[in-house]
């Protein structure tokens, strides 16, 4: 039987893919590279197209085989599956530094730059010249013979690392739950949080309630459960999972794993020149270096952390009078919180969920881009998934000219990373023969799915979570670039990435767009306009607190990979309690491990660039207040934002592009305003 993985077929036949195939097929397909590779400049390629079209053919093959792969691996893992794809990861390693340090590539390369041809070449190709040239620099094509041995042995042990990382934060998150067998155990949750326990239950045999470390399941204890005795039991799990600490101590401790990353990024970025690694970071993105991201990170905690103070007194004081509670513990913090939210706006999530029915929100969701950017959206029928809750959708312009794909996978299950995210199925790119190849992308994901004859129900937190998922997916989708590099979100700096996606949850909170996203489950009622002033009114509750989270995630990130030369768990540990001496309001128990499930900087490619999110909320936040100057469904300002911004993908600089689009640079003001930060 053919390989599926090696099969030229339109989209990833996920039904026939099996552990057996991904080993044989990746290695098969990363021979094809490196010999269309070595035949391309044994030809003596006389320009870029040349050189590039059959190179990008095959590392187009290589891509759309590993992508289902990685994607399964990460929403319906098993051990079979996870074994294969790891076996996968020096090989991959391997043929990045194959690439990265080919030296006839390089000069190849480097002629075309050098050549009379450059300036007559498109400005996306002269970008990924460009950014091509920079990429071998930082795969050490300047480094002697052995330290570029070194660095290849460096590169595979961090892709072996960081697979590690991932596989015990998975593990411990599904190697504990809580079986409760009394429901006087549970007042205070929410009908639908006790539902979906009984159901993960009944999944595993058992009787009662079970409570997972999933965040559908986990947050609402935290929330609302009265019995603190379960949310303290739940947030000891939940804060020491894959450490030192907690109920399963040391099974899947990262602390070992995260002490050689580091350490290993550091000689990295040594070996190439760098002080540290935040140096080596910034080289692929818009802030220039390790101070302007720091000073950047105290610009916005500066006025931040007083009101987050004030927001922190108001909560104890409020849970000392009101309810008699003399101390907030961790795990009182989100639940007198919600009580405090109630009290202030009458309003919590719970009663908004029956208003928010998956079906109503789709349909909003794609209401919304319709009136911003003219797009069309429509499910399509009988296509090949990896789960039966999975859809996949075409998304149609303003001229009805087919622009791309996604698949859509909304509910959290079992041997499913935790979190949402958005990824390459494969890339804009015109092949070989001239035809364009369309974008498709995978969205993901972890809402409570349906429980009996009740739809999926989303909090508003939800609703926002998909906003900037979609924001992500119009981004890769698109793209009008069809050179590969810089199509949709590829050449995009990372502190960049995030600001359709950020700049896309803004209507989540604009009336117009809430009357297209709600409607209640039974009724269809649209949420009452009492509720939606209660809602918008809440929007900026503890924000400021919410603020210097973020910050103080930032700001930790990028010190210890500025501190990495002889890092231990002490020194990580110690970094983030001066960073919370620094910047935070809220100091949690010695035995919470955050660190040690920080997966987007450990296990993704967030490492010493977490401040992304912040630097490009400034810049969605700014781009936004155009909107709020011209009309939010203004279709002419919708126009400009896709035309200056979704569909250039990497192909120019981000600055140039924003700068195009609001008319100046930005600033952190509306980011601010919008925050409701005023100190």
Known sequence: MQNPLLAQSELPQFSKIQPKHIEVAISELVEQCKTAINNTLASEPKNYAELSAPINAINDQLDKAWSPVSHMNSVVSNDALREAHDACLPILSQYSTFVGQHAGLYQAYTKIQNSDDFNQLSIPEQTVITQSIRDFTLSGIGLAPEKQARFAEVKQRLSELSSQFSNHLMDATLGWFKQVKDEAELSGLPESAKQAAKQAAESKSLTGWVFTLDIPSYLPVMMYADNATLREEMYFAYTTRASDQGPNAGTWDNSPVMNEILALRHELANLLGFEHYGEYSLATKMADKPE???DFIHQLAKPSRQQAQKEFDELKAFAAKTYGKATLSAWDIAYYSEKLKQAEYAISDEELRPYFPENVVVKGLFSVVNKLFGLRIEQQADIDTWHENVAYYHIYDDESTLRGAFYLDLYAREKKRGGAWMDECQAKFKKMDGSLQLPVAYLTCNFNGPVGDTPALFTHDEVVTLFHEFGH????MLTQISVAGVSGINGVPWDAVELPSQFL????????AIRMLSGHYESGEPLPDSMLEKLLAARNFQSAMQMVRQLEFSLFDFLIHQRAGSVDTYSIQ????????????????????????????????????????????VLSSDAYSRFEEDGIFNYETGRDFLVNILEKGGSEDPMTLFTRFRGRAPTVDALLRHSGITG
């Open 292 to 294: 302007q991201v720091i």
């Open 505 to 512: 949850e803004n209507w989540c909170w604009e009336p117009e």
């Open 574 to 617: 110690e970094t983030l309690d001066e960073v919370r001496g620094q910047i935070s309001v809220v100091t949690p128990p010695s035995y919470n491990r955050f660190q040690h499930s920080f997966g987007h900087i450990f296990g993704g490619g967030y490492a010493a660039g977490y401040y992304s999110y912040k630097w490009a909320e």
């Open 473 to 476: 997916g119009l981004h890769h």
